[in-house]
C-alpha cells in the first residue's frame, strides 16, 4: 500500500509527464478506466495553463502562431510545473524558457517580448500605493538629498532590452495605434512600465534616467543614484528628473539611511 506522499507524486508525475501508467496501479488494481479519467484531468490542467499563459503573453502567441505557442506552452508546463494556487504568479520564467528554447532562436527578440509582456501583467495587479504626501516632500528638500533613499512604486518595472520591444508590442495589438513593420535591428530600449488607474503603460527613458531608477530601486541613496547616471551623462539633470518621477507617481517616498 503506497503511503500519501508516494501518491502525491506518482499522481504529480502522471499530470505532468502526461502518463497514467506512474499511477494506474495504485487507484484501479486492474487498470479499468484509469487512464481515460487521468487522460481528461490532464488535458483539463495543460488546457488551463496554456490559457493562463495566452492571456499574459498575447503578442508572443501573435509573433509565433497559436500551433507554435501551444507547443512551447506544453514543454515550459512540463519542465515548469505550476507551484502555487494563485494562476497570475503561472509564467514568471517564460521569458528565460524561451531565451534556451531552441525552436525559438530564430526570434531572439521574443524573450525579451515576453519579459515585458510579464512585466506588464505584474504591473497591472500590483497593489495600489498613495503618492508622495505634499508635507513629506517639504521635509526632504530640507534634509540632505544626498543620503536619501527612495521608495519606487510596487506597480512599476524596468526593463532594457538590445530590441525595440515596446514597439514590437504595439504595433502586435489588436488594433494598433501605429500599424506596420518593425526593424527587430533599429535599437534597443530602455522603459519604464507603470499604472495609471487600470491602464499599463511602457514609458522610453534615457539611459542615464534609467540607470538612476535602476539604482534607486535596488535601495542605494539618491547620491549614489545620481553619480552612476552622471557616468552615463554628465549633464544628468538629477533635480528636474526625481522631480518628475514623484510628480509622475513613479517615486512615493523617501526615507533617511
Known sequence: MPSLRELQLGFAAAIVEQDAAHIAHY???????????????????????????????????????????HHAANRYIR?????????????????????EFAPAASLPYLPDTARLEWAMHEVFHAADHAPLA???????????????????????????????????????????DEPGEVDADSGGEFLLIRRHGFMVEAVPLERAAFAMLQSLSAGTTV???????????????????????????????????
Open 79 to 99: 519542465e515548469h510545473p505550476s507551484t502555487s494556487g494563485d494562476m497570475q504568479r503561472f509564467g514568471s520564467t517564460f521569458a528565460a524558457f524561451l531565451a
Open 27 to 69: 487507484v484501479a488494481p486492474r487498470g479499468e478506466g484509469t487512464g481515460d479519467g487521468l487522460n481528461v484531468y490532464l488535458n483539463n490542467m495543460y488546457a488551463n495553463l496554456r490559457e493562463a499563459l495566452q492571456d499574459v503573453f498575447p503578442v508572443v502567441e501573435r509573433l509565433v502562431g497559436e500551433a507554435f505557442f
Open 134 to 176: 505634499i508635507e513629506h516632500l517639504a521635509s526632504v528638500l530640507q534634509a540632505d538629498c544626498g543620503a536619501l533613499r527612495c521608495t519606487v512604486n510596487p506597480a512599476c518595472r524596468l526593463l532594457a532590452s538590445a530590441f525595440p520591444v515596446s514597439r514590437i508590442w504595439s504595433v502586435n495589438q489588436p488594433l494598433p
Open 223 to 257: 547620491g549614489l543614484a545620481c553619480e552612476r547616471a552622471m557616468l552615463i551623462d554628465g549633464n544628468f539633470p538629477l533635480a528636474a528628473q526625481i522631480q518628475r518621477h514623484i510628480l509622475d507617481g513613479t517615486i512615493v517616498g523617501f526615507a533617511a539611511q
